[in-house]
């Protein structure tokens, strides 16, 4: 039945008989959504937060091409890489949307012959993925990084990556927050230890990454079933990935006689425990926990990868706070510039890019409980009149504001009453109004009335600018 039912369909779509018919569904593409004013002015608060903690910490600001050359994302994300969006060809070269701003970041280093900078760059990434828009997963969605390419000393730049994520969390009031850590070098060792073919690394990573999402007995089915380890590897990495804690974890892993045997895998505890060390002296160390549960899907990292989580108190009786889900991430990918570079040359890079999305969506929702009245623009005095024909003298006095940068509005009508233009004010939150009437053009004056106390001052108007400017400097 169902091909009959096919044929027939195939025949109507080419008889086109339903032309006519045809009904446009006005609505964004899956997996997008339009922002409102409102929305607009949360978001636009949550980026100068993130703007000016980039900026505190030294960094330039960069941007590339939202598509790429197909073969440049190719090969970079493991088992994701079946969620970059491909475009048309269009004229001879093959394309694709950015999936991160990581990877062009890369290409524009090897590109540039760039071996040293500290930057940052906000921009939309496409994923083709199955969207939760509810959980604030998006097919188009903004990214928000910040990266230190160059050769240092370790874990200095690291820490300060940690740091970054914990300044902007705490500056955004999110609630309660954990920055977890991991190396891939211990996952590497540690899956050494346990006997997992060097071919299975990769696949057997992106299951230890599923942990935060799914129970460890599912995992280890899959690690059995889909993936082929053998029983006794996946019961020996249950040993380890269920372990999480501090300083003091570091220091026992590196007492274990098989972990410290391994080389990957003592070299990552090394850094590790230099990272603490930082992290204690940035006075941070007690929202950081080592977790050898994290494993960062991407096939990209190298050494330290991190996540920061929310944590939500369930109920006074919960002793484990739960996750809310991740809101930053990132980790240091010391290969992939070289990936890009003909002669192979290496710029060690770590970064972290900041879930903004998932931030906007727990800030909107606050909001809306909150009811608290979100301003959508940034006008500080509306100009106004008191009685009819005074059209002129608005818009000469507007000019005069616009001129000297005061940002003002007024209503584009000849005689509007002083009640709709008061009630205008009132709707949008402009602070002041500017009043012109026959006496005040006379004395040379402007009534300067204040929206919320509704007192009203005689301002000379050369004195104007001055007078709005000291009544609207935020304190």
């Given amino acids: 039945i169902a091909k009959e039912v096919a ?5 109507k779509a080419q008889l086109g008989g339903d032309e006519g018919k045809h009904k446009f569904v006005l609505k964004t593409p899956k997996g997008t959504r339009d922002y409102s004013p409102k929305q607009m002015a949360i978001r636009e608060r949550v980026f100068n937060a993130i703007i000016t903690c980039f900026k505190r910490h030294g960094a330039e600001v960069i941007d590339t091409p939202v598509f790429e050359l197909k073969e440049t994302l190719t090969g970079k994300y493991g088992e994701d890489s079946k969620l970059i969006y491909d475009l048309k060809d269009q004229g001879g070269e093959l394309l694709s949307l950015r999936y991160d701003l990581t990877v062009p970041f890369a290409r524009y280093l090897a590109m540039n012959k760039i071996t040293n900078i500290k930057r940052y760059h906000i921009a939309k990434v496409y ?15 903004y990214q928000c990084d910040f990266d230190i390419a160059g050769q240092f000393d370790p874990m200095i730049p690291d820490a300060e990556c940690l740091k970054i994520v914990h300044e902007i969390l705490s500056d955004l009031q999110l609630g309660d927050f954990l920055i977890k850590v991991n190396d891939r070098r211990i996952l590497d060792g540690m899956f050494a230890v346990c006997g997992v073919p060097d071919s299975k690394f990769r696949t ?3 299951s230890v990454d599923k942990l935060d999402k799914m129970p460890w007995e599912e995992v280890r089915s899959e690690m059995v079933g889909e993936k082929g380890l053998s029983p006794e590897a996946a019961d020996r990495i249950g040993e380890y990935v269920q372990l999480h804690g501090g300083l003091d974890l570091v220091e026992r892993l590196l007492q274990d006689p098989k ?13 590790m425990k230099l990272l603490f060390e930082y992290l204690t002296l940035f006075g941070i160390a007690g929202k950081i926990s080592f977790d050898l549960s994290l494993a960062r899907g991407l096939d990209y990292y190298t050494g330290v990868i991190f996540e920061a989580v929310l944590l939500q108190q369930e109920n006074d009786h919960v002793e484990e706070p739960v996750s809310v889900g991740s809101v930053a991430g990132g980790g240091r990918y010391d290969g992939l510039v070289g990936m890009f570079d003909p002669k192979g040359r290496k710029v060690p890079c770590v970064g972290v890019s900041i879930g903004i999305e998932r931030i ?4 909107e929702q606050r909001v809306e409980a909150s009811e608290e009245k979100i301003r959508t623009t940034d006008t500080q005095v509306l100009v106004a009149s008191a009685q009819k024909k005074l059209l002129e003298e608005r818009l000469k006095l507007i000019s005069e504001l616009w001129d000297a940068g005061i940002k003002a509005e007024m209503l584009y009508k000849k005689n509007p009453k002083l009640l709709n233009q008061l009630q205008y004010c009132e709707d949008t939150g402009i602070p002041l109004v500017a009043i012109v009437g026959e006496q005040e053009l006379k004395d040379g004056v402007v009534k300067l009335r204040v929206v919320a106390t509704r007192e009203e001052v005689n301002v000379r108007r050369e004195s104007l600018v001055e007078e709005i400017r000291m009544r609207t400097s935020q304190p």
């Fill in 7 to 11: 044929k027939l369909l195939e025949m």
């Fill in 127 to 141: 994923r083709r993925d199955n969207p939760a828009m509810t959980r604030g997963r998006y097919r188009e969605f």
């Fill in 204 to 206: 057997i990573c992106s």
């Fill in 259 to 271: 972990l410290s045997q391994n080389k990957l895998a003592k070299e990552g505890l090394g850094d």
């Fill in 360 to 363: 906007f969506s727990i800030l």
